[in-house]
């Protein structure tokens, strides 16, 4: 017996499509300015890496271990802070995430709460050390 499902177009929205299907912002960076790792309950875990110029966000990348949904929320909080101020990235709240993606599964909602407690754990890194960059050679990881 075949079992019949539907289309993913008819289950998402093409933004969540497109988030959950990019793979140009997988890759780990050597010397980040902010740095936040965080693994969930179910398993999933994300670096994320921050490059910042000017108090600004210039650029998110991250190493995901995790669904299809992780990348989705991951590669979206990118696409919102990119180019936005450190105190703009402070107010990212995972129903910002939510929101954009349109159809994250009500069960996966913690796939957004991950990245987004990954990206801030990042800007209190930043922000702990960007006054002293010398620091970072010190930090742990």
């Not at 965080?38 to 670096?47: K, T």
């Not at 966000?57 to 696409?79: K, Y």
């Not at 990245?115 to 922000?127: I, T």
């Amino acid at each position: 017996m075949e079992i019949e499902l539907p289309a993913i177009e008819q289950v998402h929205s093409a933004q969540f499509i497109d988030m959950a299907s990019r793979t140009n912002r997988l890759k780990m960076v050597q010397h980040p300015d902010g740095y936040g790792k965080r693994v969930s309950n179910c398993g999933d875990s994300i670096e994320l890496y921050l490059s910042v110029r000017d108090d600004r966000i210039r650029t998110v990348s991250f190493l995901i271990q995790g669904c299809l949904n992780t990348n989705a929320c991951a590669n979206t909080l990118a696409a919102l802070v990119e180019g936005s101020s450190v105190a703009d990235g402070w107010r990212i709240t995972p129903a910002h995430v939510m929101e954009y993606l349109e159809t994250l599964p009500a069960e996966h909602t913690h796939c957004a709460e991950l990245v987004v407690e990954a990206f801030h754990h990042a800007l209190k890194d930043y922000s702990a050390t960007r006054h002293e960059p010398w620091k970072k050679a010190y930090l742990k990881r």
